[in-house]
């Protein structure tokens, strides 16, 4: 069966500090990877996609997200993480162009002042 | 602003008494969804529309009905509900291409006793 694994229920960063939220994956094919973020009582919005080309991706709010075809992962990293960061981050993989979008369960980000 | 909203962003209700949460889209996409979203379970689609009149099931969509009279609205339908329904729930739009990410909307919180 096709899934995503976020492996981290939470992740406690300290303001400052580089920050890594994992995603690894197990579909068939070229996937198309996707990072969101929800803050507190609001809607998914989007942060980044991998759909081909370098395997380093830039988003919004300084986030960047390294795709490994090796390991079939999709990480998702900021290299100072601020308080305002805390959120719950939800990894999502698309199979193939026409296959459903699968989300993982999410990781809470924590960044402590 | 282009935007995804629905309604209402709570409810209570009781165990058979149907319900509809209402959601539309400005941007004049082709693509909706609607999702529920369960702690340690990530977000699960529940329908999807490709366009007017044209809707499929998604992974769970035991006891829930949609429809797409129109491009901008696809509201949710819950004909009886029942506690195991009590979620956040999420619709969202995208433009045609599967590469495009999705806009979410706020959430309905739905309790249902």
């Known amino acids: 069966a096709q899934s995503v694994a976020q492996p981290e229920d939470q992740v406690n960063v300290a303001e400052g500090n580089p920050l890594t939220v994992k995603c690894t994956y197990s579909?068939?094919?070229?996937?198309?990877l996707f990072w969101y973020v929800q803050y507190p009582n609001r809607g998914l919005q989007f942060l980044l996609k991998?759909?081909?080309?370098?395997?380093l991706v830039k988003g919004s709010y300084g986030f960047e997200a390294e795709f490994n075809k090796s390991q079939t992962s999709f990480h998702l990293k900021k290299p100072s993480a601020l308080v305002s960061d805390s959120a719950l981050y939800f990894c999502a993989v698309r199979p193939s162009p026409g296959g459903k979008l699968i989300f993982g369960q999410g990781t809470e980000l924590s960044v402590k002042p | 602003e282009a935007q995804v909203t629905q309604n209402p962003r709570y409810l209570i209700t009781v165990t058979g008494k149907k319900l509809t949460v209402t959601c539309s889209q400005n941007m004049n996409h082709e693509y909706m969804s609607w999702y529920r979203q369960d702690p340690g379970l990530g977000l699960r689609q529940i329908y999807y529309s490709m366009n007017v009149e044209v809707t499929d099931k998604g992974d769970v969509p035991e006891g829930y009905k949609v429809s797409r009279k129109e491009k901008r609205n696809f509201p949710l339908i819950l004909e009886s509900p029942s506690p195991n329904q009590t979620s956040l729930y999420f619709c969202?739009?995208?433009?045609?291409?599967?590469?495009?990410?999705?806009?979410f909307g706020p959430g309905t919180r739905l309790t249902v006793l």
């Open positions: 969202a739009s995208r433009s045609g291409g599967d590469i495009n990410e999705q806009f």
């Open positions: 991998y759909i081909t080309g370098d395997n």
């Open positions: 579909v068939s094919g070229n996937p198309y």
